[in-house]
């Protein structure tokens, strides 16, 4: 009997302690899941508005006279004495001498041919006198007769007279000539370079000065092909030469030490090829009376001058004009969506009409009234919950903050006390003095910024630091240091 116990009780045991555990496990109950939803994200938005937008195009080129000349002598000497403006960068008139050339040659062949044109005259009234009396004799001894040319003297008559269109050819060569001893300027201009000087023996083909005319500057201006589409321009065709009277605007900029001063122009004329190396096309703007004195204090605006256009295009009608940065792989940007659930971000595709480093036209894709998503969001799924901003309030909130005096505003949180990045922005504006407020776009991104690094995204916040930083070191603002000296 014992024996039987020492063997039945262990199996006894084991077999209790095997039912209660399957016992336990088939009526046991499953534990309550809690699914974990991290916080929507905030992001600042703006109502989408339809506008219109006028396109600028930018282009550079150098600034050319409209008119160069050569001066060359058209007869041979000896020059005498040169003009007061006859000098290099000098401004002179049209119609001042600029050169003179020793005149007694020419003077004397002035004489010369007068004299033989009055010889001419001379002959050629013989001649009619001697015609007009072999006439008479002729009818009074042959009445009725018709007489012969060379009886009427008719052929010697015609020669005179053809001696005395000669000689007052010669005359009038000789008077040239003596003419052409002074050189005259053939407009206003000024004199670029000069080769000559009194007491030199210039000829024909010399060159003896370049000049330019100063009423018209022209810049020659590189465009691509789609920003020349962008301009409302006549197209040329074949017989037809239209001229471009109130061609689109252009203003000209160029940096003269630490001033920036501007020109304006128009767009009178397209070339007629395209470049062969670059596959540009050039237009041609011209400014008027560039040396001219000015009310604004400008500089004369110099040939050869470098500068920087800035072209008026076509407007563009109904459009959308949104930050370049928040158009996406050129194809799409983020709205915010509202419904009863709340917000979430969905992707809209849209076409670009245009496109510069700072904003992007859209003129398909959207509709007035969406709200488009400002804030950067890297990973931006289909329907991810977010807690949207109006940019307007964002922009009074930052504007109020930093209208408020420093003593005010209570002690800034540090990143140590639980401040962190966002703290840190509020120490920034607390640094800055009241009467050199933050400008308005700065206030934006920074409370954008802020919140987004609130809710756990931070990668928007450096760079608007180093925005403040800048605006700041520009106005002689000292700013504290970022959390752990970066």
Known sequence: MKRALQILLPVLILGLAVGFTAMMVIFRQEPP?????????????????RTDYQITLHSQGSVRARTTSTLIPEVRGRVVSIGDNFQEGAFFEAGEVLIEIEKADYEAELIVAEANYAQAELRLAEEEAQGNQAQREWERLNPGLPANRLTL?????????????????????????????????PYAGR???????????????????????????????PLTASQYARLELPSVYRGENPTIEEGPEVRLSLQIAD?????????VRAEGAVDPRSRQLFIVAQIRNPYGRNDQGRPPLKVGSFVEAEI????????????????????YVLLVHSDEKGDVLRRRNVKLEWQTDEVAV??????????????????????????????AAVVAAAAQANATPAAQRG???????????????QALLDAIPADQPLPQELAAKLAAAMAAAQAGDRSALRPVMGEIRAWAEANGIALPGAPGGR
Do not use: M
């Open 362 to 391: 859209i003129s398909e894709g959207l509709t007035a009234g969406e709200k488009l998503c400002l804030t950067q969001v890297p990973l931006a799924l289909e329907d991810y919950p977010v807690r949207a901003l109006p940019e």
């Open 191 to 221: 004199v670029l370079t000069k080769s000559v000087d009194v007491g030199q023996y210039v000829s024909p083909g010399n060159q003896l000065a370049q000049v330019f005319a100063v009423d018209i500057a022209e810049v020659r201006l």
């Open 259 to 267: 001033n920036q001063h501007q020109w304006t122009g128009r767009v």
């Open 312 to 331: 008026e295009g076509e407007t563009l009608t109904d459009v959308f004009v949104v930050p370049r940065n928040l158009v996406r792989e050129n194809s």
């Open 33 to 49: 899941r809690q699914q974990f939803q991290a916080p929507p994200r905030e992001v600042v938005t703006r109502a989408l508005e």
């Open 411 to 425: 002690p800034p949180r540090s990143a140590a006390a639980g401040g962190g990045p966002g703290g840190f922005g």
């Open 153 to 185: 003297r008719e052929p010697q008559l015609n020669q005179a007279a053809a001696a005395v269109a000669s000689a007052a050819a010669r005359v009038r060569t000789a008077q040239l000539n003596l003419d052409r001893t002074s050189l005259r300027a």
